[in-house]
T-cell receptor, first 111, second 115 residues
């Protein structure tokens, strides 16, 4: 089983739609969680950290479910500019604390 | 504040040539890493460092060397380039303190083609 698993998509949605991605992780001792965004051929950039109680940043909401070992990202009122690949990132609680990246979920928002 | 910088942005090599990809950060981060990303694939860790003078191997270290003589710089050396090393290379850094504030910052990437 992969340490971090994501549905690769693509998720094709119209502008204005609400879309949600899930990401499962295998290490129950993982301490921190993040969502990164990667545009085509560009470097990944932090979208938001995921707090235990869940958190919101504008149109974006992140949730953590430790019991079921998954995190989620909800995007409301999708914009064309939201088209990108969304990477789930987990920081384990061991050793070097090597960040573990999912392979990403591709989102395509159409007019 | 430049963040993480990488040079060059693009490079074409012939099989067997060697070269060094440069990476520098100005955030005084202890942790630095090199990743490669191939089309349709995720990021794969090549080498990492938890501080000046300390480096270790990641998932795909063969064919690459690193050194960390200063906190700021973390160059990646390709010893004898092979076509299988054609990829996009990202350097990254983070503080290493852990927790939700331990954001990893990436450089803009080096696109390497080996002929």
């Amino acid at each position: 089983r992969k340490e971090v698993e994501q549905d690769p998509g693509p998720f094709n949605v119209p502008e204005g739609a609400t879309v949600a991605f899930n990401c499962t992780y295998s290490n129950s001792a993982s301490q921190s969680f993040f969502w990164y965004r990667q545009d085509c051929r560009k470097e990944p950039k932090l979208l938001m950290s995921v707090y235990s109680s869940g958190n919101e940043d504008g149109r974006f909401t992140a949730q953590l479910n430790r019991a079921s070992q998954y995190i989620s990202l909800l995007i409301r009122d999708s914009k064309l500019s939201d088209s990108a690949t969304y990477l789930c990132v987990v920081l384990p609680n061991t050793g070097f604390q090597k960040l573990v990246f999912g392979t990403g979920t591709r989102l395509l928002v159409s007019p | 504040n430049a963040g993480v910088t990488q040079t060059p942005k693009f490079q074409v090599l012939k099989t067997g040539q060697s070269m060094t990809l440069q990476c520098a950060q100005d955030m005084n981060h202890e942790y630095m890493s090199w990743y490669r990303q191939d089309p349709g694939m995720g990021l794969r860790l090549i080498h990492y460092s938890v501080g000046a003078g300390i480096t270790d191997q990641g998932e795909v270290p063969n064919g690459y060397n690193v050194s960390r003589s200063t906190t700021e710089d973390f160059p990646l050396r390709l010893l004898s380039a092979a076509p299988s090393q054609t990829s996009v290379y990202f350097c990254a850094s983070r503080s290493g303190v852990g927790g939700t504030t331990d954001t990893q910052y990436f450089g803009p990437g080096t696109r390497l083609t080996v002929l």
